[in-house]
């Protein structure tokens, strides 16, 4: 069974850290693309970062700019979004999305596979 599953989520006080983790199961992520996708409440889910099966990353998020970073570990079939300088605005929850092609796309229809998504939240 093909399954993506994000971990590491939680309750950060602004201006922290975490580290999200999506683990792939049932295939490899060595040839696609995978991105991070986030939805608040009441609004609509928006693409965060991608990165390809080459490792070029895209941001899709001008919000998040010089504060995530993705990264992808192949060997253990990992991707990771670093996400420093927390703000109360980064509160949602946040998905990892891998697309059955090595390049980057910005929209969520354009990926094929889903996890079941993380809470993040940031708050005093």
């Known amino acids: 069974q093909l399954q993506l599953v994000e971990s590491g989520g939680g309750l950060v006080q602004p201006g922290g850290s975490l580290r999200l983790s999506c683990a792939a199961s049932g295939f490899t992520l060595r040839g696609n693309a995978v991105g991070w996708f986030r939805q608040a409440p009441g609004k609509e889910r928006e693409g965060v970062l991608c990165?390809?099966?080459?490792?070029?990353?895209?941001e899709y998020a001008r919000s998040v700019k010089g504060r995530f970073t993705i990264s992808r570990d192949n060997v253990k079939n990992m991707v990771y979004l670093q996400m420093n300088a927390l703000k109360p605005e980064d509160t949602a929850i946040y998905y990892c999305a891998a697309r059955s092609f090595s390049t980057c796309r910005s929209g969520a229809y354009e990926y094929d596979y889903w996890g079941q998504g993380t809470q993040v939240t940031v708050s005093s």
């Open positions: 990165i390809s099966s080459s490792g070029g990353v895209t």
